[in-house]
Structure formats: C-alpha cells, structure tokens
C-alpha cells in the first residue's frame, strides 16, 4: 500500500515578541486575565512588509534543510492559510517563486485554524494516488493583520507564525504498524459562521475586516468536536487512545486543550503544548508545535502522533501518523 510519511518538519517565529504586560499598555487587560482564560504568556508578531509568504518560505526553506532536499526535488505545495498575500495569486505560487522551485504545482488552502489539517489531507490524497511522490505542506498566517486591536477578546489570543513538512511516498503493509499518515478525518458546519468569523472581504464589503468570535460558545463546540474527530480516527484504524504517544493539538487555548485532553483520558504528558509561546498561530500551530516536538527529541521513529484542529467556518479535523 503506498502510504505518505513525514520526513521533515520546520518552523518559522517572527523576531518580535509581544509579551502580556505590553498588551496590558495596549488594551485594557493584564498577564494575570490572559493566562487565566488562555494559558497565553506571549506571542510573535510580523514586521512590517513581513509577509505570510515570508514566513511560509522560512519554514519550507527549514524543512527542506532537515531532509537535504532542494526545490526542485517537490512536486506539490499546499499552503494553508486565511491571510494570504493577496487576493491573488495563491501564496503558495509566491513560496515557490521564493525557493527557486521551477516545476511542480501550487495551490492555497483556507480552513481557518483546521487548514493544516485540510492541506495535510489534501496532499496525503496526492501522494497515495501517485499525483504527486513528494509534498512539501505548510500552514503560515499574519493573523495579527486582521484583529482589532481595541478587542481585548480578541487581540490577546492570535499571533503570527508558520510551521511546515515534508510529505514523501513510501510502501507500507496497509496496517496501522506503517509509517505515515495513517487515517485523516474532516468536517465543516456553515451554520456556525456567525460564532467565528471576519468581517470583510472581497465581495463583501471590499475590505480586510477584522475578527470577530463568540469565545464561549466557540470553547463549548471546540471540545466535543475535537474529541468526537479523535474518536473518528481511533475507529477508523481500530486503535485505542490508549496506543497514542503524542496528541498535536490545535494551540487555540490551553483550556480548549486540557479539556480535550480529559474527555479522551490522556495523560498531560502526552500532549505537546506551545500555546503559551506561540498564541494562537491558526492554520501554523499545529506543524509549529509538531516541528518543536521533533527537533527537541520527544517524537521518536515509530511514535504514534494525532493531531487535531477546529476553526472558524465551523471546520474540524484530525489526522492520525505514525511518525
């Protein structure tokens, strides 16, 4: 069975780091009311004329490095992101401008903070179907261009950032022993648009707009998602969570995480949290928190990974690899 498996992540931070107090000095709020209702201690924010191209082709460039290939050596990329360059061209076409990749396509997606997910399932389907032998798969976002920064609900929570791996075709056995993507599972609700949402757009209101969320009603959908999709992924491979090593999650809200992680009886040590540094990175957390978990030696070869994400839209996802 021809299967994807992740041969190398990267990631990319911007440099300016965006601390609580100076928040406080901002907005009305404090360290003590963001940590409390995020677990977010700070947060990096792009320079001006810092691009979510820019940040995409770091972390591409990251992981690229770390399997020792070049551009040319990609087929596909998928980048996922709600805070492209432009309308367009797609921000992925811009990546690949910036690698020096000259063969190959590449295409956008937008799923908010699932879009990763999204992406990785997306290129998963290539790679198997034989389109495509190597994927390079991003998540970037300049989240911080679309909040109002007068909404202390908001403007606390997001940040900048991009994550990225390498997908490359392998033979497996068709069990959940193989390496790789084991099993992904998606979803969408359009009928909760109005709970998390930007208010602008093209052929809207011809502007950017500015986020706008219903925190406690979002948290409320976030958990039992999130843990029903887990479940999804368990009965689709006939695993148990249990046999999971590694739970990658979204990093939207340490509340949002640790209740996740209770209602699936898993133990805090098994999940890799970043939220605290990184904010909510949307479509970049969950490759920026599975390239910290790589590079500091806590996923090993043969790890059991889900990962797992929910956005706006409403979208959800999960997707179960063995690393």
């Given at each position: 069975m021809r299967?994807s498996?992740?041969?190398?992540?990267?990631s990319?931070?911007?440099e300016?780091?965006?601390t609580?107090?100076e928040l406080?000095?901002?907005v009305?709020?404090?360290d003590?009311?963001?940590v409390?209702?995020?677990?977010?201690?700070q947060?990096?924010?792009?320079a001006?004329?810092?691009l979510?191209?820019?940040?995409?082709?770091h972390?591409?460039?990251?992981a690229l490095?770390m399997?020792?290939l070049?551009?040319d050596?990609?087929?596909?990329i998928?980048?996922?992101?709600a805070t492209?360059?432009?309308?367009f061209?797609?921000s992925?076409?811009v990546?690949?401008?910036n690698?020096?990749m000259?063969?190959g396509?590449a295409?956008?997606?937008?799923a908010?903070?699932?879009?990763f997910l999204?992406a990785?399932?997306t290129?998963?389907?290539?790679?198997?179907s034989?389109q495509?032998?190597r994927?390079?798969?991003i998540?970037?976002?300049t989240f911080?261009r679309?909040?109002?920064?007068e909404d202390r609900?908001t403007?606390v929570l997001?940040?900048?950032g991009a994550?990225?791996?390498i997908?490359?075709?392998a033979?497996g056995?068709?069990t959940?022993?193989?390496r790789?993507?084991l099993?992904t599972?998606?979803?969408?609700?359009?009928d909760?648009?109005?709970?998390?949402?930007v208010?602008g757009g093209?052929?809207s209101?011809?502007?950017?707009?500015?986020?706008?969320?219903?925190?406690r009603e979002?948290f409320r959908h976030?958990?039992?998602?999130?843990?029903s999709v887990?479940?999804?992924?368990?009965?689709a491979?006939?695993?148990?969570?249990?046999?999971?090593?590694?739970?990658?999650?979204?990093?939207a809200?340490?509340r949002i995480i640790?209740?996740t992680?209770?209602k699936l009886k898993?133990?805090?040590e098994?999940?890799i949290?970043?939220?605290?540094?990184h904010?909510n990175t949307?479509a970049?957390?969950?490759p920026?928190a599975?390239?910290?978990?790589?590079r500091?030696g806590?996923?090993k070869?043969g790890?059991?990974?889900?990962?797992?994400a929910?956005g706006g839209?409403?979208?959800?996802?999960?997707?179960?690899?063995r690393?």
């Amino acid at each position: 069975m021809r299967r994807s498996v992740i041969t190398a992540t990267g990631s990319y931070l911007p440099e300016r780091i965006v601390t609580n107090e100076e928040l406080s000095t901002r907005v009305d709020t404090s360290d003590e009311w963001i940590v409390a209702r995020s677990g977010i201690k700070q947060r990096h924010i792009a320079a001006e004329g810092e691009l979510t191209s820019d940040l995409a082709t770091h972390a591409a460039r990251a992981a690229l490095d770390m399997a020792g290939l070049k551009p040319d050596d990609i087929d596909l990329i998928v980048l996922a992101t709600a805070t492209p360059d432009e309308t367009f061209p797609a921000s992925a076409t811009v990546v690949q401008k910036n690698l020096g990749m000259t063969r190959g396509f590449a295409f956008d997606i937008q799923a908010v903070c699932t879009g990763f997910l999204f992406a990785l399932a997306t290129a998963d389907n290539f790679v198997k179907s034989g389109q495509a032998n190597r994927a390079l798969v991003i998540g970037a976002e300049t989240f911080s261009r679309i909040l109002d920064w007068e909404d202390r609900t908001t403007c606390v929570l997001f940040a900048d950032g991009a994550g990225a791996i390498i997908l490359e075709a392998a033979e497996g056995e068709g069990t959940s022993d193989d390496r790789g993507v084991l099993t992904t599972h998606l979803h969408s609700d359009g009928d909760k648009h109005d709970l998390l949402y930007v208010d602008g757009g093209p052929s809207s209101t011809q502007t950017t707009g500015f986020l706008r969320m219903e925190g406690r009603e979002v948290f409320r959908h976030a958990v039992n998602n999130l843990a029903s999709v887990v479940h999804e992924a368990m009965d689709a491979t006939g695993l148990t969570t249990d046999d999971i090593d590694w739970l990658v999650p979204h990093q939207a809200n340490k509340r949002i995480i640790d209740g996740t992680g209770k209602k699936l009886k898993l133990d805090p040590e098994k999940v890799i949290l970043t939220v605290d540094k990184h904010g909510n990175t949307s479509a970049a957390s969950v490759p920026l928190a599975l390239d910290e978990a790589v590079r500091d030696g806590r996923i090993k070869r043969g790890d059991l990974l889900l990962l797992e994400a929910m956005g706006g839209g409403f979208t959800w996802g999960s997707a179960l690899v063995r690393w």
